[in-house]
Nanobody
Framework: HLRMVESGGGSVQAGGSLRLSCAVS??????????MGWFRQAPGPEREGVAA???????RYLDSVKGRFTISKDSAKNTLYLQMDGLKPEDTATYYC??????????????????WGEGTQVTVSS
């Protein structure tokens, strides 16, 4: 079982930056194929995978955030990050970090991982 706690959301103007953090606790070392990432959800039922990072540190991104968002992790601190630059109003959503055991670690897979946090709100005004 993994527990995820997000922080770092807020309100910014278009073009601004935010850095999201996610503290991960639990049996992290029990996974040889740990996939972690971020998904977002605007009002409505659909989740959108934003970024993913696998156990080896390989990263993948949603096309619309490539070049603007950077996912990273600090294994010593058991913390996942999402640096968001060049924010746009369409990035407004609740952002969730997620984790689970998956060999194919992509933004789409992130939306269906077993563990996620309660989310943090990101609001971008024009």
């Amino acid at each position: 079982h993994l527990r995820m706690v997000e922080s770092g959301g807020g309100s910014v103007q278009a073009g601004g930056s935010l850095r999201l953090s996610c503290a991960v606790s639990g049996n992290i070392n029990g996974y040889s194929n740990l996939c972690m990432g971020w998904f977002r959800q605007a009002p409505g039922p659909e989740r959108e995978g934003v970024a993913a990072i696998d156990n080896d540190g390989n990263t993948r991104y949603l096309d619309s955030v490539k070049g603007r968002f950077t996912i990273s992790k600090d294994s010593a601190k058991n913390t996942l990050y999402l640096q968001m630059d060049g924010l746009k109003p369409e990035d407004t959503a609740t952002y969730y970090c997620a984790a689970g055991g998956e060999w194919a670690c992509t933004p789409r897979v992130v939306t269906a991982l077993n563990y996620w946090g309660e989310g943090t709100q990101v609001t971008v005004s024009s």
